[in-house]
């Protein structure tokens, strides 16, 4: 319907205007709840084309979002082959993908599937704790898992490139 009678939306992809759609149902449905509960409610701001940060493609392993060229381009639907660069290989199947503007800077966020790997049969019981700050896990043995951090560290060899370059 919206691209019928929009026809500037022809070119955008049918499910990013439904994740829209989502959006906008869900900052309503929180501001209702608010309401409902006597919290300020807060009501959802109009956000129009240009102040959106980000956009997703909910099935971006089958629709909308292809790599390409050993994973040095990314080809997003309505917009074209975009030049990308991987901080690390991605594994499994690509299921969402979404782009996000930061500042001046823009990145895609891959959400993927992977195959678990079979563990080997153990008798032993173990306890582990989940999100424990700073760790990512700890044992009921006592040892602690570190969080791997793959962009905090891309974003550390960055800002050391930059200091050098100045």
Do not use: C
Request: proline share 6%; glycine share 10%; no cysteine.
């Amino acid at each position: 319907e919206i691209r019928a009678e929009l026809p500037e939306y022809k070119h955008i992809h049918s499910q990013v205007l439904q994740n829209v759609i989502e959006r906008v149902d869900l900052a309503f449905k929180g501001f209702f709840r608010r309401v409902k509960a006597g919290q300020k409610a807060g009501y959802p701001r109009f956000k129009g084309k240009g102040r959106y940060d980000s956009f997703t493609f909910p099935q971006a392993g089958t629709t909308g979002v292809k790599l390409q060229d050993g994973g040095r381009r990314v080809l997003l639907y309505g917009i074209g082959s975009v030049k990308v660069k991987l901080h690390r290989p991605l594994e499994g199947k690509i299921k969402t993908a979404t782009v996000k503007r930061e500042g001046e800077h823009w990145y895609i966020i891959f959400i993927t599937e992977v195959d678990p790997k079979p563990l080997p049969p153990s008798e032993e019981a173990i306890g582990i704790d989940l999100g424990t700050n700073p760790h990512f896990l700890v044992t009921s043995e006592g040892e602690m898992v570190e969080a791997p951090r793959h962009f905090q560290k891309a974003e550390e060899k960055l800002a050391k490139a930059q200091r050098e370059l100045s």
